[in-house]
């Protein structure tokens, strides 16, 4: 993990952790008597808790979670776990069924490191978080084994969680086999803008007057994690229209504010987030985005109009309005024209925002805007000339002077592009 994605994760756990009746670091301390343990297998049981420990089980779509998993003997003696180094990897991952009754793995495995499990003893081995969001990124189809997008945590009903841990191979010394843990059941329902605070609570209005106060160098600035966790729980949308308010009042905090509004963003559907995307979108098409919050982070002005969309695909003139932007960045020679004489034609103060190769492309496949059975004409009149052409492939280079230049190529068949890479 590099040092921008390790900086935005610091501040996120510990407004996660801090989050009251969802997860919280002292939920590792539970009583032995308390807890609920999976079938043994050879020795070993498997457990996954809820942190903190009696946390609610009761969420909003959006909203956090955590889990904690530990494995524990119960033959009576140690249990050793491993013979080498490369025996140490032993495999954790998280499994959850969704109302429809679909199952999806996580698409990322833990590898634990335990040399020994101590007689009828417990080892803490990880921890599972993360968000309630529209889509599941980051988890498989339980046949494909292969990422599927299509589920969503938005449904409202149960979702039901448990771990798998196994060992596929061990020497004889040590501890092979799969086990899951007990299951641990989500209940998770609309909560209606209607139904939500209107105006910030006393506490987040004194939380605010020291985040939008002077900075004294602070980092992360003195409010930052009470407010990120406030703003990603459903029933804050006061506050978060609140900081809407905020955004072109208080420019010198502007960074911080977009910050916030991004955490909520990005799975908490209100109507913020209308005003928050369409704010994005003016952003995209006249230039001057928000200044970097933290060092290292890229805010992107180009997910909160995103995940707006995924609510809502009805919106088709906000829809047409991002579309615009991306298919202009994704053309140079297009975004920045040059006179006859061969050199770059001044650009006009207040026109859009260059969003780069990555961000374009990401706009024009998330909006359907390039898609499987397009013609090579369609494609060209928004990429513009391809690079290379043959009777079955098809690519254009994004020429940005980078050393390594971005390509997108495509299968062709009967005219018809396909299997975009």
């Known amino acids: 993990m590099n040092s921008r994605a390790l ?63 530990s494995i524990k003997g119960v033959s009576g003696k140690s249990v050793r776990m491993t013979a080498t180094a490369n025996e140490m990897r032993l495999h954790t991952s998280l499994h959850v069924r969704i109302p429809n009754g679909r199952v999806f793995p996580s698409a990322s495995r833990a590898r634990v490191l335990l040399s020994q499990i101590p007689p009828d003893g417990s080892e803490f081995i990880c921890l599972f978080d993360g968000r309630l969001n529209a889509s599941i990124k980051g988890w498989l189809g339980a046949q494909t084994l292969e990422p599927d997008d299509a589920a969503s945590f938005h449904q409202p009903g149960t979702y039901t969680f448990w771990f798998e841990y196994e060992v596929p191979s061990a020497r004889p010394s040590a501890w092979s086999g799969k086990l899951e843990s007990n299951h641990i059941t989500l209940i998770v329902s609309d909560l209606p803008p209607a139904q939500r605070l209107q105006v910030p609570t006393a506490a987040q209005l004194d939380e605010l007057r020291i985040f939008l106060g002077p900075s004294k160098g602070e980092y992360p600035h003195p409010g930052t994690i009470e407010l990120v966790n406030a703003m990603i729980h459903t029933e804050n949308e006061g506050l978060a229209l609140y900081l809407m308010g905020q955004l072109d009042k208080n420019r010198a905090k502007r960074g911080q504010i977009f910050y916030l509004l991004a955490q909520r963003a990005a799975g908490i559907d209100g109507p913020y987030l209308r005003k928050l995307a369409d704010w994005c979108v003016g952003i995209l098409e006249h230039g001057n985005p928000p200044q970097s919050p933290l060092p290292g982070f890229d805010a992107s002005v180009t997910d909160p109009p995103l995940e707006y969309l995924h609510f809502h695909p009805e919106d088709v003139k906000l829809r047409q309005r991002i579309v615009a932007v991306a298919e202009l960045s994704a053309n140079i020679p297009r975004f920045f024209p040059k006179g006859p004489d061969g050199v770059y034609l001044p650009r006009a103060p207040g026109g859009p925002l260059f969003l780069g190769f990555y961000d374009s492309m990401k706009i024009l496949f998330d909006q359907k805007a390039l898609h499987d059975g397009m013609s090579v004409e369609e494609v060209t009149a928004i990429l513009g000339r391809p690079s290379s052409q043959g009777p079955t492939e098809i690519t254009w280079t994004y020429a940005n002077g980078a050393e390594r230049q971005p390509q997108i190529s495509a299968d062709v068949k009967d005219g018809k592009l396909s299997n975009f890479r």
């Not at 009746?21 to 996954?48: C, F, I």
């Not at 909203?63 to 904690?68: A, S, Y």
Request: aromatic share 10%.
């Open 7 to 69: 900086l935005v994760f610091a501040v996120y756990a510990l407004a996660v952790m801090q989050t009251p009746g969802h997860v919280k670091a002292d939920g590792l301390q539970t009583k032995e008597a308390e807890l609920k343990w999976g079938e043994a297998v050879n020795g070993l049981r498997g457990r996954l808790a809820i942190s903190p420990e009696g946390g609610t089980r009761s969420y909003h779509p959006g909203e956090p979670f955590q889990f904690i998993a």
